[in-house]
Structure formats: structure tokens, C-alpha cells
């Protein structure tokens, strides 16, 4: 089984609908998927759309990733959205419990985590040890300039399984200001921090 997990950006009010859209930078992202999507659509694949309520939305990222792959032909039963993250630390272990809920049978978020440090922090109680069959692929959707962060926080907390990078290509402007506010984020501290904080 294949697992695409879109990881979410700014949404943005539109003037002439009054309902949130992708802003451009996210809309990048899920037009990523609709481009790789017609040779995953026949296979035992499932996407994760990733984000929560960020700067104050009434809605969640998710919601209206979702929204958006549906409008453009996406079946709605091959979505599920991940509505709390609002860091990409967060989406990657967030869509993890939601992957264990949506395939119980197929998956323990317990086998592919580190178990102290994945369920110590989050203090998730189920982290029952099972002997299950984890994905065999995860495709991994965000811009260009962010999946440098994003792939050494996947490979950080699931180390045993396969990540498939999928970039988005972003316009000039916006992939410049991404690679400055990237630039700016210390990672390696961040997920030293996390060890810290449950050992």
C-alpha cells in the first residue's frame, strides 16, 4: 500500500466567494498530486491531506486541501484529512495517528516511532506493540524548498519505511521568500529539543 501525505500551507480568503482557497504556494502542492494521481489511482493508495487552524482561520489547511483534490476529480473516500498539525513536526507524526486509525489492521504507529519518543511527548496511550505490516511507500508532497526540512523530519521519527520525495515547483517569488524563512529554522535543535523534552 502506497501513502501520499500532502503537507499544508496558507489559505487565503477569497474575495469573490467569501469561502478559504489554496493560496498559491499550496495550490502548487495539490496540483502536485493531481499530476501523479492517474498512475496511483488504480493501486491500494490513500492521500493525507496535512494542516491545521494556522493564524487564526476559522477553517483547517486540510479541509480545504481536501475540498480542492475532490473539485478536481479526486474521489472524496481516497482523502483524509489531518487537522491538527500546525508545524511540519507535527504533520508528520499527526497523520501518523491518523494512518493508524484509518488501517488498524495494516499498521502501528508504534512500529514505524521511535516508542519514547513518539509516544512519551505526545502522550499517545495506544502505542500497543503489534506485529503489523507498515506501508510499503510514502510519497511525500510539499514545495521545492521545503522538502529538505521535511524529509529529515520524516526520516527522523520513521526511519523504517521508504520516503519518496514529490516536489512542488513554486513561482520565483514565492520559492525565494520559502528558501529565506527555511534558511532561518534550526532543525537540528528542534528535534534535539523534542529528545530532551521526553527522556
Do not use: Q
Not at 512519551?120 to 503489534?130: A, K, P
Amino acid at each position: 500500500m502506497k501513502v501520499v501525505i500532502v503537507l499544508g500551507c496558507n489559505i487565503i480568503l477569497d474575495p469573490k466567494t467569501k469561502k478559504y482557497i489554496p493560496d498559491i504556494v499550496l495550490k502548487t502542492r495539490l496540483d502536485r498530486v493531481l499530476c501523479i494521481w492517474n498512475e496511483l489511482v488504480d493501486t491500494e493508495t490513500i492521500i493525507i491531506v496535512s494542516g491545521g487552524k494556522t493564524r487564526g482561520r476559522i477553517i483547517s489547511e486540510s479541509n480545504v486541501m481536501s475540498t480542492y483534490l475532490v473539485r478536481n476529480g479526486i474521489s472524496k473516500n481516497r482523502i483524509f484529512e489531518e487537522n491538527s498539525s500546525v508545524n511540519t513536526i507535527e504533520n508528520c507524526v499527526y497523520s501518523f495517528i491518523l494512518l493508524e486509525k484509518i488501517i488498524k489492521s495494516r499498521v502501528s504507529v508504534s512500529a514505524v516511532f521511535d516508542h519514547n519518543i513518539y509516544c512519551n511527548y505526545y502522550g499517545v496511550d495506544s502505542c500497543e506493540v503489534r506485529e503489523l505490516s507498515p506501508p510499503t511507500e510514502i510519497m511525500l508532497v510539499t514545495s521545492e524548498f521545503h522538502m529538505t526540512r521535511s524529509l529529515k523530519i520524516f526520516n527522523f521519527f520513521i526511519p523504517s519505511i521508504e520516503i519518496t520525495p514529490v516536489e512542488s515547483t513554486t513561482p520565483k517569488y514565492y520559492k525565494d521568500l520559502g528558501e529565506v524563512n527555511e534558511a532561518k529554522i534550526p532543525i537540528d535543535n528542534m528535534l534535539n529539543s523534542y529528545i530532551n523534552r521526553v527522556m
